[in-house]
T-cell receptor, first 112, second 115 residues
Framework: LAKTTQPISMDSYEGQEVNITCSHN???????ITWYQQFPSQGPRFIIQ???TKVTNEVASLFIPADRKSSTLSLPRVSLSDTAVYYC?????????????FGKGTMLLVSP | KAGVTQTPRYLIKTRGQQVTLSCSPI?????VSWYQQTPGQGLQFLFE???????NKGNFPGRFSGRQFSNSRSEMNVSTLELGDSALYLC??????????????FGSGTRLTVV
């Protein structure tokens, strides 16, 4: 599975847009990019998934450049409840099964 | 629909004992994966079961084992507990078939403390 690199931590204020970038230089052709959110003592929660260009859902947007060697999770107008660890994962989810290799994640702290 | 259910939510065990954790996947999901999360090592893959067969295994000692029943419910067992086994154990379920995206839904985990 492709290894990912994310910032260890980020700080923001309520109402701001937050962009978390993930590097995955050796991403494979069949790999998708998936982002999870995790609160303390809870399991990771799926946020968004994409293959190329831009994907948007009700909570976030995912931007993937043409070379797919990086991706950016964009959280619009964050609130205090968005304080959590965000994980970027890359893998061939179409294979029918895959082990999710989690990196260290990005600890996002949102302040009032 | 009901999510992934893990029981018990919290557990305290003594070194040398064994423990069994349970995971009930989302109805219709046939794949169950287990992960260990510690502050030092982060989230690490333990093993995955699909249709009662282990089809993938992480780099953990043989003290860690699991199984899956015909109703897709899964259990993991840790024997001869060590202090370092204290962790949040997470279960994730998925359909497990090709094209299953986004795929994985996690439970809230079992917090195991070994004293």
């Amino acid at each position: 599975l492709a290894k990912t690199t994310q910032p260890i931590s980020m700080d923001s204020y309520e109402g701001q847009e937050v962009n978390i970038t993930c590097s995955h230089n050796n991403i494979a052709t069949n790999d998708y990019i998936t982002w999870y959110q995790q609160f303390p003592s809870q399991g990771p929660r799926f946020i968004i998934q994409g293959y190329k260009t831009k994907v948007t859902n009700e909570v976030a947007s995912l931007f993937i450049p043409a070379d797919r060697k990086s991706s950016t999770l964009s959280l619009p107008r964050v609130s205090l409840s968005d304080t959590a660890v965000y994980y970027c994962l890359v893998g061939d989810v179409d294979s029918g099964y895959s082990t999710l290799t989690f990196g260290k994640g990005t600890m996002l702290l949102v302040s009032p | 629909k009901a999510g992934v259910t893990q029981t018990p939510r919290y557990l305290i065990k003594t070194r040398g004992q064994q423990v069994t954790l349970s995971c009930s996947p989302i109805s219709g999901h046939r794949s169950v994966s287990w992960y260990q999360q510690t502050p030092g090592q982060g989230l690490q893959f333990l093993f995955e079961y699909f249709s009662e067969t282990q089809r993938n295994k992480g780099n953990f000692p043989g003290r860690f084992s699991g199984r899956q029943f015909s109703n897709s419910r899964s259990e993991m067992n840790v024997s001869t507990l060590e202090l370092g086994d204290s962790a949040l154990y997470l279960c994730a379920s998925s359909l497990g078939r090709q094209g299953d995206r986004p795929g994985y839904t996690f439970g809230s985990g079992t917090r195991l403390t070994v004293v």
